[in-house]
């Protein structure tokens, strides 16, 4: 006689009995292969077919060993989807009428090499509108409002931007600043010029100590228009939709091969100045960058001098294809805050795959290859430092005798606690 079933084989024995009988009729309701419609969704179709080869049309900048890698063709996905999310919050919450200030880029929304200390949002305007800016200013090494204007449209002759640290503050810290085209008469108050051509206004928050600076709370709303929102018109939604696949492919395409022109170039474990102040920079940063190059047992030590005055500094790490290497799960990132110079008052920074035990590392976190950028802000000088490639077991040779050690225990806690002061940070 066969052995009685346990209840676990008469649920398996079920379930058997069960999926026999149901996969046939899933089968049959399959609809046979078909060639793709034709949305009924004015612009659908559009942005659908942008996305089909937007990979493809990233991987044709690359190199050949580039575009046939596995691991690249993955990342050149991702980036498009970072590109695409990106935009598409825009797209769906962005509202000159009753604007709010959404995250751009970030630690997800990777495109372009977000530096990793600052948190970037963005807010729709209407240059011809009143709007009010209102919150509490905290204390960010920097929170900084730029208008976001056409490149060579007329900008007016007030500032180009807004630093809230530097508004009048009452005695609980909070701002209340008027933007319009003309200051209205009669108003005493904060009141910056909104440029007729501006279409957004983007702020900069960067936090140099992480643990201890408050970001600032902020809000925006439009004056000279009602507050109540009604249902957005057709119209509204399909302008929205048709533009979405040329940002998506601006985001995507703008910088997927800029660390390999670096390398075409020759700036290859070697610096060069890059001037973003003509893209939408802020006034007073300056940026050097190069591609690195390295091997499993070597390091690039990168040396500096350093300027008397400084607001802030900072050096990153990108993938070869520009986003910023992941800066909260690993050590690869460095402020002023976080990487002090040496006595001799030279900044010494060593760049490797392997922890070399020192406290001035930046992990490359399994990249062989990428791009190192710096940038000075508000600083009274912007040198651009040296750079000399060693083997990882000579690092030491080439610092000053008194460089601190790190353990790996002691650099497990450092991360966990970058860590622990970023996820805390609002990226909303």
């Known amino acids: ?31 046979a292969a078909t060639a793709p419609k034709t949305s009924a969704v004015p612009g659908w179709n559009e942005l659908v077919g942008k996305l089909s080869d937007l990979p493809d049309r990233m991987l044709a900048r690359l190199p050949e060993a580039m575009r046939s890698d596995p691991q690249v063709q993955q990342e050149v996905a991702r980036l498009a989807l970072e590109s695409l999310t990106s935009q598409s919050l825009d797209a769906l919450g962005g509202d000159v009428d009753a604007p709010e200030f959404l995250p751009a880029i970030n630690y997800l929304f990777n495109v372009g090499q977000p530096n990793a200390d600052t948190l970037y949002r963005t807010a729709r305007v209407d240059g ?16 900084i409002i730029s208008q976001v204007v056409p490149r060579n449209a007329e900008t007016g002759k007030g500032r180009t931007h807004i630093d809230l640290s530097k508004l009048k503050l009452d005695k609980q810290g909070r701002f ?4 319009s085209a003309e200051k209205p008469k009669g108003h005493r108050g904060e009141w910056w010029e909104l440029r007729p051509q501006a279409s957004r206004l983007m702020i900069r928050m960067v936090s140099a100590d992480w643990a201890k600076e408050q970001a600032p709370t902020l809000s925006i709303e439009r004056l000279d228009k009602p507050a109540a929102r009604p249902r957005r018109s057709a119209a509204d939604l399909e302008a929205r939709l048709r533009a979405l696949p040329g940002m998506v492919d ?25 001037d973003i102040a003509s893209a939408g920079g802020l006034a007073g940063q300056y940026y050097y960058e190069g591609a690195y190059d390295l091997a499993d047992d070597e390091a690039l030590i990168v040396e500096s001098a350093m300027p008397k005055v400084c607001r802030y500094r900072s050096l990153i790490l990108t993938n070869e294809l520009y986003e910023t290497t992941d800066w909260y799960n690993n050590h690869s990132s460095l402020n002023n805050a976080q990487a002090p110079a040496d006595k001799d008052g030279r900044l010494r920074i060593v760049v490797s795959h392997k922890d070399p035990g020192v ?20 600083c009274d000088s912007q040198p651009v430092p040296s750079t000399i490639k060693v083997k990882l077991a000579d690092v030491r040779k080439h610092l000053p005798a008194d460089t601190g050690t790190v353990t790996p225990e002691q650099r497990q806690t450092i991360i966990r606690e970058r860590r622990t002061a970023q996820v805390q940070r609002p990226v909303w």
Do not use: C
């Open 250 to 274: 601006m985001m995507a395409l703008m910088f997927v091969d800029h660390v390999e022109k670096l390398r075409a170039e020759g700036f290859v474990n070697k610096f060069k100045t890059f």
């Open 128 to 143: 011809a509108g009143i709007y009010r800016l209102r919150g509490k200013a905290g204390s960010l090494n920097q929170a």
């Open 176 to 179: 209340d600043v008027l933007l």
């Open 1 to 31: 006689m066969p052995a009685p079933k346990t209840n676990g084989a008469r649920l398996l024995a079920l379930l058997a009995v069960g999926a026999a009988a149901i996969l046939p009729l899933v089968a049959q309701a399959q609809p």
């Open 359 to 378: 406290p001035n590392w930046l992990d490359t976190a399994g990249h062989a290859k990428g791009l190192i950028q710096g940038r000075w802000m508000d």
